[in-house]
């Protein structure tokens, strides 16, 4: 792999992944140090019903599934 793509295009990847993380980290933390313990369990419920919503849409995309019409379910 040429040195110039990975400098290019797998180093900045990386690194905004390893922000990502250590962000999600960082906001994990405070909620627990704050005491809003509940409040991580409401946005991780929250986050689970975004994903199964994105899953049903690409279910939708595929023609897999006939509920609703796509521009509605995006």
Do not use: D, E, Q
Not at 41 to 60: A, H, K, N, P
Request: overall charge positive; cysteine-free; hydrophobic content about 55%.
């Amino acid at each position: 792999m040429p040195l110039k793509f990975t400098i290019r295009k797998i180093i900045p990847f990386v690194l905004i992944y390893a922000a990502l993380i250590i962000s999600a980290a960082a906001l994990h933390l405070f909620f627990h140090s704050a005491g809003y313990k509940g409040t991580l369990r409401y946005l991780g419920i929250i986050g689970s019903v975004l994903i199964l919503l994105s899953f049903v849409y690409s279910l939708r995309k595929r023609k897999i599934i006939n509920l609703g019409k796509a521009k509605l379910l995006l």
